[in-house]
């Protein structure tokens, strides 16, 4: 079993950054990558960021590309999400998600993934 906690989010004008961390206990996130997704009031969840375990492709939504930077430190077990020129289209809560094993292609697919955290909420003030 795998327990998520993530904390960081909060209220932030247009431009300004926020840096999320999504905290792992119960095993390790090893040999599986970790993920952001997101969802504002009234829509679908949706990817943000992809970071494997080791080696591998780092993803992101094309909506964030050049403004968030996701990373990860396996030996506190932390994966992070640095968001920078924020905007308000970015208000949502945010959550990390792991799967149980690897999603191979299906890195972006909520459905992929068995573990998720509670969620963090940023809004962002234009």
């Known amino acids: 079993q795998v327990q998520l906690v993530e904390s960081g989010g909060g209220l932030v004008q247009a431009g300004g950054s926020l840096r999320l961390s999504c905290a792992g206990s119960?095993?390790?996130?090893?040999?599986?990558?970790t993920a952001w997704f997101r969802q504002a009031p009234g829509k679908e969840r949706e990817f943000v960021a992809y970071?494997?375990?080791?080696?591998?492709?780092?993803r992101y939504a094309d909506s964030v590309k050049g403004r968030f930077t996701i990373s990860r430190d396996n030996a506190k077990n932390t994966v992070y999400l640095q968001m920078n020129s924020l905007k308000p289209e970015d208000t949502a809560v945010y959550y990390c998600?792991?799967?149980?094993?690897?999603?191979?292609?299906?890195?972006?697919?909520?459905?992929?993934?068995?573990?998720w955290g509670q969620g963090t909420q940023v809004t962002v003030s234009s």
């Open positions: 998600a792991a799967p149980a094993g690897s999603c191979g292609a299906r890195w972006y697919q909520p459905s992929c993934y068995s573990y």
């Open positions: 970071i494997p375990w080791s080696v591998g492709i780092i």
């Open positions: 119960g095993r390790t996130f090893g040999n599986s990558g």
